[in-house]
């Protein structure tokens, strides 16, 4: 087992952040050349640029985003997107458009949840607002969300709910914040029919499901194949559609729709080009181009905006994702896997079971899995895991994300199903670390662990 000197390298599986030495520095820096050195494409960047972002990038993201997810309504309009300056940023313009605290009811998150985007919320208004939704085997449990926007519609009526304010064009009653693909923290992918049950809910109480659609290429079978590990040799099944793309396809939507995909290249890039993308109704994507500071100061993180446009248009994305990003990811999530299964299957802590995604679909595809981040389940006997966490980073240098730390932000309901359910577990990342690393850390957490439980005597 590892080593439990206090002097030891700090090993961060709690990091959700892309391993730098993968960052596509060369493919960049060829980028950055041919738009900069060519005058008329030099002078189109280095100006404030088009408001939702220059056509020729939102072009190719619309064919991009059409060939990946082959969406059943066809081709993807560039007119449905707008370029942002990352997903976090994207977020809190989506709230100031179509939100308002005055008439807007709750804000409903997916638990466990990508908790650092409880700030976003609580920026816009809707601090004691924010509600926890629990997921189930097919993603976000959708009769604890009915059950639960009913309540908050009958409060509301009761009390002379008001109007929404005759400034914005377009504000919802609710938002539905969820990770629908590789879910952070759970891992879990929704399942098709769980992704048409919330478009239909969103429709019937007028709200707008915000989809973080940031992990979905990253994708590889569940088990690891025997012989050459080249990721197009796997049997994949096509990626699930997007809640957009549903909310799209299905009949007798609003011409504002009631899904947006915010989509971002911080995973699969590098988080510091600051660009991103929203896709939704074509009304939608033209309000923003409203938002203050798209008014005056023209396409967000334009310059940056425009390498990655090239990227795209060289093919240098999609060699970088399929021969550079996947195949070590992958082979990061079975090393992590692997020494889950060594060091702490035989101590009562598993792989919390990832639903849908992990099934044999009986169709000839592999199950797949992906994105950044499985979820431990650990005893529900053994002691808070936030101890373990504890001691794993005071006495082992580790550091990990305890399910605590996956709630919602002032929902005390959801602080009491934390301690029945997910707070008695752990988000690891294996993005960050490389495989060695991943192995040590996971020896240190079971020493963290039988530290705790059995007490001080143990070294």
């Given at each position: 087992m590892g080593s439990t000197e206090p002097d030891q390298k700090p090993i961060n599986l709690q990091l959700g952040w892309p391993t730098p030495s993968l960052f596509p520095t060369n493919a960049l820096a060829?980028?950055?050349?041919?738009?900069?050195?060519?005058?008329?494409?030099?002078?189109?960047?280095?100006?404030?640029?088009p408001d939702p972002g220059h056509v020729s990038l939102r072009s190719r993201i619309a064919s991009w985003l059409s060939d990946f997810y082959q969406p059943r309504a066809g081709q993807i309009n560039p007119a449905r997107l707008f370029v942002t300056n990352g997903a976090s940023a994207a977020l809190g313009m989506l709230?100031?458009?179509?939100?308002?605290?005055?008439?807007?009811?709750?804000?409903?998150?997916?638990?466990?949840?990508?908790?650092?985007?409880?700030?976003?919320?609580?920026?816009a208004g809707f601090e004691g607002r924010l509600r926890g939704v629990p997921e189930d085997n097919e993603g976000i449990d959708i009769d604890f969300l009915r059950r639960s926007i009913q309540g908050?519609?009958?409060?509301?009526?009761?009390?002379?709910?008001?109007?929404?304010?005759?400034?914005?064009?377009?504000?919802?009653?609710?938002?539905?914040?969820?990770?629908?693909?590789?879910?952070?923290?759970?891992?879990?992918?929704?399942?098709?029919?769980?992704r048409e049950q919330l478009v239909r809910l969103a429709r019937e109480f007028d709200a707008c499901i915000i989809s973080d659609d940031v992990y979905d290429w990253l994708r590889w079978p569940a088990s690891e194949a025997k012989g050459n590990g080249s990721v197009d040799d796997k049997q994949l099944p096509p990626p699930p559609p997007r809640l957009v793309d549903i909310d799209r396809a299905l009949p007798g939507g609003s011409p504002w729709g009631n899904a947006v995909s915010n989509g971002s290249f911080s995973k699969i890039v590098a988080p510091g080009v600051r660009v991103g993308w929203v896709e939704g109704s074509p009304l939608l994507s033209a309000?923003?181009?409203?938002?203050?500071?798209?008014?005056?100061?023209?396409?967000?993180?334009?310059?940056?905006?425009?390498?990655?446009?090239?990227?795209?248009?060289?093919?240098?994305?999609?060699?970088?994702?399929?021969?550079?990003?996947?195949?070590?990811?992958?082979q990061r999530y079975y090393a992590m896997m692997e020494s889950i299964k060594t060091h702490l299957y035989p101590l009562g802590i598993t792989v919390a079971p990832l639903g849908t995604c992990e099934e044999d679909r009986g169709d000839g595809h592999l199950p797949v899995v992906g994105g950044f981040f499985l979820f431990l389940r650990f005893p529900k006997d053994s002691p808070p895991v936030s101890k373990v966490a504890e001691y794993a980073l005071s006495h082992l240098g580790l550091?990990?994300?305890?399910?605590?730390?996956?709630?919602?932000?002032?929902?005390?309901?959801?602080?009491?199903?934390?301690?029945?359910?997910?707070?008695?577990?752990?988000?690891?990342?294996?993005?960050?670390?490389?495989e060695d690393e991943i192995d040590e850390g996971i020896q240190r957490l079971a020493i963290a662990f039988q530290s705790v439980v059995q007490g001080p005597t143990i070294s």
């Open positions: 060829e980028a950055t050349q041919a738009v900069l050195l060519d005058s008329e494409s030099a002078a189109e960047s280095l100006v404030y640029g709230l100031s458009r179509f939100t308002s605290p005055t008439y807007t009811r709750t804000i409903w998150m997916v638990e466990p949840t990508y908790f650092l985007a409880c700030a976003s919320f609580n920026d908050v519609e009958a409060q509301a009526q009761a009390t002379g709910a008001q109007k929404p304010p005759s400034s914005k064009a377009k504000v919802f009653r609710h938002i539905i914040y969820v990770v629908p693909t590789f879910s952070n923290p759970s891992g879990k992918i929704m399942s098709l029919r769980r309000d923003l181009c409203k938002f203050g500071a798209v008014v005056s100061g023209g396409s967000q993180g334009h310059l940056s905006s425009m390498f990655v446009g090239h990227l795209l248009q060289s093919g240098a994305l999609e060699q970088h994702i399929y021969q550079a990003l996947i195949p070590v990811y992958q550091r990990i994300a305890h399910g605590d730390l996956m709630t919602v932000r002032g929902d005390a309901d959801g602080l009491i199903r934390a301690k029945q359910t997910f707070g008695q577990g752990a988000r690891l990342c294996w993005a960050w670390h490389g």
